[in-house]
């Protein structure tokens, strides 16, 4: 079967980096484009980052610019996201999704597999 795994999320303070990954399983070579998608309480999904398959083309979310990076380690399968001067405001439960069906990217039902999830925290 095919699964995401996130890790990495936890409690810090603002200003302060983690650094998330994602690791796939079921998925044969690295044809395949991926995402992090977070959604805090009583607020929407939304996409953070897109990263297309063999990492050809990373996008970010305004929002995000500047402090967040997509990485990809098609060898080990993994995509990470470093995340630099974290503000409240990013605190969330941070998604991989993997296999887009051709939609925009930064929407949830383009993304036909996810993960569980890692809780990020930020506190002033």
């Known amino acids: 079967a095919v699964q995401l795994m996130e890790s990495g999320g936890g409690l810090v303070q603002a200003g302060d980096s983690l650094n998330l990954s994602c690791t796939t399983s079921?998925?044969?070579?690295?044809?395949?484009?991926m995402a992090w998608f977070r959604q805090a309480p009583g607020k929407e999904r939304e996409g953070v980052s897109f990263?297309?398959?063999?990492?050809?083309?990373?996008i970010y979310a305004d929002s995000v610019k500047g402090r967040f990076t997509v990485s990809r380690d098609n060898n080990k399968h993994t995509l990470h996201l470093q995340m630099n001067n974290l503000q409240p405001a990013d605190s969330a439960m941070y998604y991989c999704?993997?296999?887009?069906?051709?939609?925009?990217?930064?929407?949830?039902?383009?993304?036909?597999?996810w993960g569980q999830g890692t809780q990020v925290t930020i506190s002033l």
């Open positions: 999704a993997a296999q887009s069906n051709g939609g925009h990217w930064y929407q949830p039902s383009t993304w036909e597999i």
């Open positions: 990263t297309g398959f063999r990492g050809w083309r990373t």
């Open positions: 079921g998925l044969t070579g690295a044809d395949y484009d």
